[in-house]
């Protein structure tokens, strides 16, 4: 019997994908390249980069890696921001049979230092903003790094200079550390030297290693989710099943034009915003490599905190697709310059990693006239699971239908099914989940059933058309006299009081209850004194039963935050 979302699917959706049509994510890719030379592939603050420049750049670094000594299956960690360097690095990894290793240019030295050691790295291309936490790690002994690659801020935007690279450079560069390791190599030397040298082409097959993605830590020591090329080939070609509904006008063309025009016309290339940082699974895999599959250009924005910036730059393109997480958009939809951008083109805006608010959700619909459509995923599944139908005319705060191939169920804490229409931990099954975590086989164990479905951590429930809703996070509960206290439910019930930016719903100890919620808050005006402790309970009284109103209030500046925005209730519980 067929899955009740499967009659749910828009029509003409496979139940399934072929995954067996590219024997490797490097052929996937590099079948997209040479189709689509011509096209720009990524532009960045004014500075174009064509798909063949982009196959040229990353064939000479990869030739130069090889020369190195960079073996099949040897990882490579990556430490840049979104900026041309980055897609032309990743390629060359990959041409060259290792393995990427995304590593956030931002990342506390202690975590660097971990990711470093357990991927077991042998080579790092860093940004210059990096380069001094690098160095501290390189001189602690404690890694395996033999080459290091340094990226100069600018490298590959040629001669090209405009006031918002200018800016943009000025910016960074007074906030870059002095550094110095031993041996490292600059970007531009690489390139020169690995010109003149041939890549010796390497066979990766399905089941080769292609990435290691490090989960974010929220619950614990990040591990490394292994992702096959088969893993990421496989998502790639669900994604592109799930949103061609909205974007099939723009991809059977064949124009190059990335400028501003009236109309949207058949064959126009896609053009796609990259404010997700591209280190991180969702901008990984569903804006980077999605784009380059898709033959699309990205539009890179090294500063996505700098909305009249990232405004002003988007306000020269036909953007077609906009991936976010919820305070992107909200930063987006609220800033007085969101009108200069003509939103006419735009065909698609995705929102995960988060969930996205309704009030937010409303408002980017008010302003770009398309709705959100909400997916869920997690790195260890590459990282796409469900998503909403790209058809919907409004926003679902549901997480919606499994893509194609993609098997979800429902568990308890001993994997047994739970009855329909109850909560239970959510399990995935389908190619793009992951072979397993690097070097950890007790904790893959722990994570796989015996049916090879993997447990998310995430509590969801379906609906009665098969859709999924996120209840919340299984490490999050709170336990409170015996009864399931689920941060998401007091969290949304708390944002909806005036004056609230973000909130936070953590466990701490209570002698009584065994535990209590711990509120934190942060204000939309930090100056103002509403909303006070009383109004926030007063609130609550109103709307939360007595055993999940928040027995602690604090309020604070702002709360702890992942590279895409998600709140670290960890921290939060830890400070206590």
Known sequence: MDPLWLRQYPAGMPAQVRTDTHPSLVALLAHSIAKHRPRVAFSCMGRQMRYGELDDLSIALAAWLQAQGLQRGDRVALMLPNVLPLPVAVLAVLRAGGVVVNIGPELPQAELQHRLHDSGARVCIASETAAAALQAVVDSGTVALRTVVVASLGDLQGALRG?????????????????HIRGAVGLSTALEQGRHKTLAPVAVGP????????TGGTTGTSRGAVLLHRNLVANLLQAEAWNAPALQLLQSGTSESTSTSTTTSEGETLVQVGALPLHHIYGFTLVLLLGLHLGGCTVLIPNPQDTTGMLKLLARHRVHCFAGVNALFQRV????????????HLRLAVGGATAVEAPTALLWLLKTGVPICQGYGLSEAGPAVTCNPVTATAFSPHLGLPLPGTDVKLIDDEGRPVPAGLP??????????????????????????????????????FGEDGGLRLVDRKKDL??????????????????????????????????KAGEAVRLVLVKTDPTSAAPSEADVRAHCAVHLAGYKRPKVVE??????????????????????
């Open 333 to 344: 939809a609220e800033h007085p310059d969101v009108d200069r951008v003509d939103w006419s």
């Open 555 to 576: 309020f604070r500046p702002e709360l702890p935050t992942s590279a895409v925005g998600k709140v670290l209730r960890r921290e939060l519980r830890g400070s206590l």
């Open 424 to 461: 239970g931990e959510i399990a995935v099954r389908g190619p793009q989940v992951m072979a397993g975590y690097w070097q950890r086989p007790d904790d893959t164990a722990r994570v796989m059933t015996a049916d090879g479905y993997l447990r998310t951590g995430d509590i969801g429930q």
């Open 163 to 179: 006031p918002l690279l200018n800016h943009w450079q000025r910016r960074v560069k007074r906030s870059v550390p002095r550094w």
């Open 478 to 511: 709170i336990f409170v006299s015996g009864f399931n206290v689920y941060p998401n439910e007091v969290e949304t019930v708390v944002s909806q009081l005036a004056g609230v930016e973000s909130c936070a719903a953590v466990a701490m100890p209570d002698d």
């Open 207 to 214: 089941d080769d290693l292609a990435a290691l993605q490090y």
